[in-house]
C-alpha cells in the first residue's frame, strides 16, 4: 500500500541503488550499442636486416600442455561417536548464557543450548542429554540422536526471547545427496504429548561440522531428519511463471496463485494480507472494539478497551478509537484507514454487517444514502451555534444486537469519521468528522445523531460459537489440564509455530467437514445479531441466518476465508502442494502486522509438507563481511537451501523510539536498505529458481524496453492494461527464438502499472550478464481507475475550446526547442493546436498528453479545478478518463449520475479480485481477476513466454 509520496523517494533510492550495484561493468541496457574505435596505429618500424633461416625440424614436437590444477579435495567431515555419553547441566538466570556438551556428551559433543537475557526470571537449571525415543516422522531417517534439553519445570520464552539450540550429528554418516533443504525439524514440547514439525527459525547449516541450528520458543526433544528420498531425481512440472505483490499486490498474489496453482511455480508477495484468518479477527474483534458490552464492564458508552492476544509482533493498544498510525508508505490516518476498508467491502463485500440486498451497505440503507451529499450525511457533525439540523439516516427501533442492542430499543445511525488532526489515527469526539464510514452502524445512545466517543459500532460477522475445537471442550476443562505442565491435554491448540491445524482458537468455525466427521465446535443457531426469536431481513428485520439449522458466517466474511492462500494450499494434493515455493516477507511493525500475518501463512505451508525457513533480517542470510545491502545473484539460491519457502522478518526489535521514528525500521517499508534488500532478495531468489535453464551473457547492445499494452478482457468486460517490461537481448535478431519465463509484479495500494515496471530496466544488469534467468516482468493495472486526474492536467480538450490543461503544469508547460529544455517527464513537441505564428511552435507537454500546446488559461482559475468549463464533469465529457473502454454512463463508475465527477470504480486499490460490489453499493462489480486470467493469455499470444513442460531435478 504505497502511498505516492513515499513511493518516488524509495523507487529512486532502488533505481541509485540498481545502477550502481547492478549494472557493475556491464553496458547500461538503454544506452546506446558501444563502438570501439580503432587503436591509433603505431608508426611501421624501419626495415630490419632478415635474418638467416633456419631449417625447421621434419618433425616438430607439441609444447607440453600444463598440467590441470589438481581440484581441492571436499572438507573433511566432522565424525562424533554413534553412543550416547553423560548428560551436560548449568544454572542460568535472567542475564542468559549457554551451555555446550563436551566430550563426555559421545553422539552430543558440541550440542548447545543458548538462553538470551530476560527469559528466566532467576536462577533455572537446565539440562542437555540423549532422549530414550527417536521421533521423526514416517519416511524420514533421523540424522542424528534426538536431542532432551529441559528445566526442572516446562517452559514457555516470550517474544525476543526464544532459545537457541545447536543440534549436532556425525557428518561423516550423512549421505552425500543430502543438502540443507531437505532437513526437517521434529520437536516434543516438555508441556506437550505431541511431536511438532515446525519452520526452522534462523537456521544456520554446517553439513562439513555437522551442525544445525535454529531458535525455539520452547524446550523439550529436538531430532532433525531427511525423507529417505532426499537429493533423488524427480520429475517436475514448471510454468515458467511466478507472481509478486508489493502490500494489496501481495494479497492478491498469495490467493490468484494458490486459486490458480497450475499456472504458478513461486509466489513473493512483499508485506501484504498473505492470511485473512488472522487479519479479519484483527479488524473485527480490535480494529472495531474496545467499547463495553451491555453486560461488561461500565456498560453501554463505557470504555473497556481490548485484550492483546499476546500475537508475536501484533500492536499493543489498537481498537475502534484508536487505530494505529503509521507514515511509511503512505499516511495512514483514519480517512486513510476508511478508503482501504470501503475498498476491502468493494472486493470482498463488507464482512462487518450483512445485507442480501447490497454487499457493501448495512442491512437496512438504502444505495440512495451513498448518493446524498456528504455535507448533508456529516451534518451532525458540525460543532458550533449556527449548525444545519442533522439529517443523519436513522434506524430508529427494531435493530437489534447482542453486544449493544439487545433489546432494539436504542436508535442506530450511519455516521461520519475521518482524521480530525493530531494526534493521528486517535477519534476525538469534540472534533468533526466529514468522511462518511458507510460499511457500519454506530448505537446513537444520546440521540444526537452522530457517533460520540464511546457509541458502539455495530459487528455481525457470524452466528456465536465456541472456538473450543472440535473435540467441545475448552482446553481449561480437558482431562489433566495443568496450566504450567499440561496446557492442552488434547493437543488441539492452534498455534502458528506448534499446532498450525490446531482447531481450538483458531478464529475459525469448524464443522463436521472441518472435524472429519468427528465432532463439531458448538454454536448458537441465531443469526449473526447474535439473539434468537429477532426479525429475519426477509421478514422486514435486520438479521439473517437464524434457525436453519447449520452454522452461518456473514457471507461476506466467509468469502474473504474462502480467498485465504494458506487455507486454499491446505486443499491442494500433496504433489501440488510440492509445485508451489514461496518468498515472502514483513516488517515487524508493519502497521496492519503483516509479518504477523505472514507467520500464519508459513504455519499453514509447514503443515501442508514445506520445509519452510524463517529469517528475522537480512545479515541472516548474508556473508558476514557484508553490511547493508543485498548485492544481486551473489546469494542465488537455486535450490532453496535457505528453506523450500522462506519469510524475511525485517526490523530490530530492539531499536529506540527516536530511532525507530527518524529511520521507520521494520515498519510497512522499512528503512531505505530494508526497503532496497526486500526487493534485491526476491528478485535474486526467484531469478535463480529456474536452475535448470542456461542463461549466458545477453547481448547488450538489445537492452529492456518498457511498454504500456491495452487489450479487451472479456471477464472484465472492458479494457484493461499492463506495463511490460522485456529482458535484454529480447530484440536481438539471433535470439528470435528464446523464450522466458514470466514475473508478473502486482502494485500496491494507490499505485498504477507505470509506478514498477522501470524496476525491470533497472535489474537488467544481472540478466545482461547471465546471473539471473532473463525474464518478462509486468505490472498489471490494480488501481480502480482514475479518481485524482483533473481534466486541467489530463492532456485532453475536455470543453472543446482548442485548448488544453493549466493549473498544475503550467509552470513546466513552456516553449522549447529541444528534450533538454524540458522538466522531467515532458518532451519537447510540435503544437497540436491553435495559432502557431511563424514557424513551427514547440511546447514542453507531458509524454501521455493526447494533444500538446499553450496551457488553458480558463483552468488556472482555481487550483482544485476539475473542469476547464465549469459544467463539463468526467461523467458527461465524452472521454475515457479511467481509460478502461468505457465512457460517461456506459461506465458504471459514474454509477448512473451525471454529476459524480469520477469514472473510477472503487477508492484506490482493486485487490484484483471480482468485485462483489459497484460503487452504488449494488452487486457485481468489475472481475480484475478475470483481468488477471486474461492478460496472462493476452502476453502469451504476443510475447515470447516459455511454455510449461515436466523437466527432471533433484529432489
Known amino acids: 500500500m504505497i502511498r505516492s509520496e513515499v513511493r518516488i523517494a524509495w523507487l529512486c533510492a532502488l533505481a541509485a541503488y540498481a545502477l550502481t550495484a ?25 626495415p630490419a636486416e632478415p635474418e638467416p633461416e633456419t631449417p625447421e625440424p621434419e618433425t616438430a614436437e607439441p609444447e607440453p600442455e600444463a598440467a590441470e590444477p589438481e581440484p581441492e579435495p571436499p572438507p573433511e567431515r566432522t565424525s562424533r561417536p554413534s553412543a550416547c555419553g553423560d548428560a551436560a547441566t548449568a544454572s542460568i538466570g535472567p542475564s542468559g548464557g549457554a551451555l555446550t556438551v563436551g566430550v563426555d556428551g559421545g553422539a552430543l559433543v558440541d550440542a548447545t543450548v543458548s538462553i538470551g537475557p530476560r527469559a528466566f526470571a532467576g536462577q533455572v537449571g537446565v539440562t542437555v542429554q540423549c532422549a530414550s525415543d527417536d521421533i521423526v516422522g514416517a519416511g524420514y531417517v533421523p540424522l542424528g540422536k534426538p536431542l532432551h534439553v529441559a528445566t526442572r519445570t516446562p517452559h514457555r520464552f516470550g517474544y525476543g526471547n526464544w532459545a537457541r539450540v545447536r543440534y549436532v550429528f556425525d557428518a561423516t554418516a550423512m549421505p552425500e545427496a543430502v543438502r540443507s533443504r531437505h532437513l526437517r525439524l521434529y520437536w516434543k514440547a516438555d508441556d506437550s504429548g505431541r511431536v511438532a514439525e515446525p519452520p526452522m527459525v534462523n537456521p544456520e547449516f554446517d553439513l562439513v561440522e555437522g551442525t544445525v541450528a535454529f531458535d525455539t520458543p520452547g524446550l523439550g526433544v529436538f531430532q532433525v531428519g531427511y525423507r529417505a528420498d532426499a537429493g533423488q531425481p524427480v520429475s517436475r512440472r514448471f510454468a515458467y511463471r511466478a507472481i509478486a505483490g508489493i502490500s494489496m499486490g501481495a494479497g492478491g498474489a498469495a490467493y490468484f496463485a494458490t486459486k490458480h496453482h497450475e499456472k504458478f511455480d513461486y509466489i513473493m508477495p512483499l508485506g501484504g494480507a498473505v492470511d485473512w484468518v488472522y487479519l479479519l479477527d484483527y479488524i473485527t474483534t480490535r480494529l472495531t472494539g474496545g467499547f463495553c458490552r451491555h453486560d461488561q464492564g461500565g456498560g453501554l458508552g463505557a470504555w473497556c478497551g481490548v485484550e492483546h492476544t499476546g500475537q508475536q509482533f501484533e500492536h499493543r493498544g489498537v481498537n475502534y478509537n484508536n487505530f494505529y498510525y503509521q507514515d511509511s508508505g503512505g499516511s495512514f490516518d483514519r480517512e486513510e484507514y476508511g478508503k482501504l476498508f470501503q475498498d476491502l467491502a468493494f472486493a470482498y463485500g463488507n464482512p462487518l454487517m450483512y445485507n442480501p440486498d447490497s454487499p457493501y451497505l ?220 514461496v518468498w515472502t516477507d514483513g516488517g515487524i511493525r508493519d502497521l496492519f502486522n503483516f509479518a504477523t500475518a505472514a507467520n500464519h501463512w508459513m504455519g499453514r505451508l509447514q503443515a501442508g509438507g514445506q520445509n519452510v525457513g524463517i529469517y528475522d533480517d537480512f545479515p541472516r542470510i548474508m556473508p558476514e563481511d557484508v553490511v547493508g ?166 492532456g485532453i480538450d475536455n470543453d472543446k475550446d482548442g485548448l488544453v490543461d493549466a493549473g498544475d503544469d503550467a509552470e513546466r508547460r513552456v516553449r522549447c526547442a529541444r528534450d533538454a529544455e524540458c522538466t522531467t517527464g515532458y518532451r519537447c513537441r510540435p503544437q497540436t493546436f491553435g495559432k502557431q505564428g511563424k514557424g513551427e511552435a514547440r511546447w514542453c507537454c507531458r509524454e501521455g498528453m493526447a494533444h500538446c500546446g499553450p496551457p488553458d488559461p480558463q483552468c488556472g482559475l482555481r487550483a482544485d479545478n476539475k473542469s476547464e468549463g465549469g459544467a463539463v464533469t468526467y461523467c458527461s465529457d465524452g472521454v475515457d478518463n479511467d481509460r478502461d473502454g468505457l465512457t460517461d454512463l456506459e461506465d458504471e463508475g459514474c454509477m448512473g449520475l451525471l454529476h459524480l465527477d469520477t469514472e473510477a470504480d472503487c477508492r484506490e486499490g482493486s485487490f484484483y479480485t471480482a468485485h462483489q460490489a459497484r460503487k452504488d453499493g449494488t452487486p457485481g462489480g468489475p472481475d480484475w481477476e478475470g483481468a488477471l486470467l486474461d492478460m496472462i493469455d493476452h502476453i502469451d499470444t504476443h510475447y515470447r513466454t516459455r511454455r510449461p513442460e515436466t523437466v527432471t531435478v533433484p529432489r
Not at 32 to 45: I, L, S, Y
Not at 482 to 499: E, L, Q, T, V
Request: aromatic share 10%; glycine share 12%.
Open 22 to 46: 547492478c549494472g557493475g561493468d556491464e553496458t547500461e541496457p538503454d544506452d546506446p550499442p558501444v563502438t570501439a574505435e580503432p587503436e591509433p596505429e603505431a608508426a611501421e618500424p624501419e
Open 362 to 581: 448495512p442491512p437496512g440503507v438504502p444505495n440512495e444514502e451513498l448518493l446524498r451529499p456528504v455535507a448533508q450525511r456529516c451534518a451532525a457533525e458540525c460543532r458550533g451555534e449556527r449548525c444545519p439540523p442533522p439529517e443523519t439516516f436513522t434506524i430508529e427501533r427494531g435493530f437489534y444486537d447482542d453486544e449493544y442492542n439487545p433489546d432494539g430499543d436504542l436508535p442506530v445511525i450511519m455516521f461520519c469519521d475521518g482524521e480530525d488532526g493530531e494526534p493521528l489515527g486517535k477519534f476525538d469526539g469534540n472534533e468533526p468528522h466529514d468522511k462518511p464510514s458507510d460499511l457500519v452502524l454506530a448505537v446513537d445512545l444520546n440521540g444526537n445523531g452522530r457517533r460520540d466517543t464511546y457509541e458502539p459500532v455495530i459487528r455481525n460477522m457470524y452466528e456465536p460459537y465456541g472456538d473450543v475445537g472440535c473435540d467441545s471442550v475448552p482446553s481449561s476443562s480437558e482431562p489433566g489440564y495443568d496450566p504450567i505442565a499440561n496446557p492442552d491435554p488434547a493437543g488441539d491448540d492452534y498455534d502458528w509455530y506448534r499446532n498450525p491445524l490446531g482447531t481450538e482458537g483458531n478464529w475459525m468455525y469448524d464443522g463436521f467437514e472441518a472435524c472429519g466427521g468427528d465432532g463439531a465446535e458448538p454454536y448458537i443457531d441465531a443469526g449473526i445479531d447474535g439473539l434468537l426469536g429477532t426479525p429475519q431481513y426477509r421478514d422486514g428485520g435486520y438479521d439473517w441466518g437464524e434457525g436453519n439449522g447449520r452454522f452461518d458466517y456473514n457471507p461476506n466474511y466467509q468469502r474473504a476465508l474462502e480467498l485465504n492462500g494458506g487455507s486454499m494450499y491446505l486443499k491442494l494434493t500433496p504433489e501440488q502442494r510440492a509445485r508451489l515455493q
Open 629 to 794: 545491502a543485498y548485492l544481486p545473484g551473489r546469494y542465488s539460491d537455486p535450490f532453496g537451501e535457505l528453506g523450500q519457502s522462506v519469510l524475511m522478518r525485517y526490523g530490530d526489535p530492539w531499536l529506540d523510539d527516536e530511532t525507530i521514528l527518524e529511520t521507520q525500521d521494520g515498519q510497512h517499508v522499512g528503512t531505505t536498505i530494508q526497503a532496497l534488500n526486500r526487493f534485491m532478495s526476491m528478485y535474486d531468489w526467484v531469478h535463480n529458481r529456474w536452475e535448470h535453464l542456461e542463461f549466458g551473457r545477453a547481448n547488450a547492445a538489445y537492452g529492456s524496453r518498457t511498454e504500456t499494452v491495452f487489450f479487451h478482457s472479456e471477464r472484465f468486460g472492458k479494457t484493461f492494461r499492463y506495463a511490460i517490461t522485456v529482458p535484454p537481448g529480447y530484440d536481438d535478431p539471433a535470439a528470435t527464438d528464446e523464450r522466458y519465463p514470466l514475473l508478473i509484479l502486482l502494485h500496491g495500494y494507490g499505485q498504477r502499472p507505470e509506478d514498477l515496471p522501470g524496476t525491470g530496466v533497472l535489474l537488467s544488469g544481472p540478466m545482461v550478464s547471465g546471473a539471473w534467468a532473463r525474464s518478462l516482468i509486468v505490472s498489471p493495472d490494480g488501481s480502480c481507475g482514475r479518481n485524482d486526474l483533473r481534466q486541467c492536467n489530463d
